[in-house]
């Protein structure tokens, strides 16, 4: 069983950035690949993106890339997310997600959800 917890979510106007730490519980954080997704109001949860058990290999959508960067320390149990030139199509609750099966670009790879947190860009 995986417990995961995000932090850092809150208000920044549009060309700020934030940063989203996801701590999990558990002595086989290593062993999982992790991801982050977002759901914005009247939307289904998206892709974000995704970093395998090492952290050698990430991935991002497409209207993320070049913005957003994910990352992970083992020692820490902590995934990151580091969002910059935040947009206000960026609004969002942002879950974080770990799953057995990378890289975790799609739900129904998902194992375990964080409990979520809100990111609101103003323009």
């Known amino acids: 069983q995986v417990q995961l917890v995000e932090s850092g979510g809150g208000l920044v106007q549009a060309g700020g950035s934030l940063r989203l730490s996801c701590a999990a519980s558990?002595?086989?954080?290593?062993?999982?690949?992790m991801g982050w997704f977002r759901q914005a109001p009247g939307k289904g949860r998206a892709f974000v993106a995704a970093?395998?058990?090492?952290?050698?290999?990430?991935s991002y959508a497409d209207s993320v890339n070049g913005r957003f960067t994910i990352s992970r320390d083992n020692a820490k149990n902590t995934v990151y997310l580091q969002m910059n030139s935040l947009e206000p199509e960026d609004t969002a609750v942002y879950y974080c997600?770990?799953?057995?099966?990378?890289?975790?670009?799609?739900?129904?790879?998902?194992?375990?959800w964080g409990q979520g947190t809100q990111v609101t860009v103003s323009s």
């Open positions: 558990g002595r086989t954080f290593s062993n999982y690949p």
């Open positions: 970093i395998s058990s090492s952290g050698g290999s990430t």
């Open positions: 997600a770990a799953g057995r099966v990378g890289p975790l670009y799609i739900t129904s790879r998902v194992s375990y």
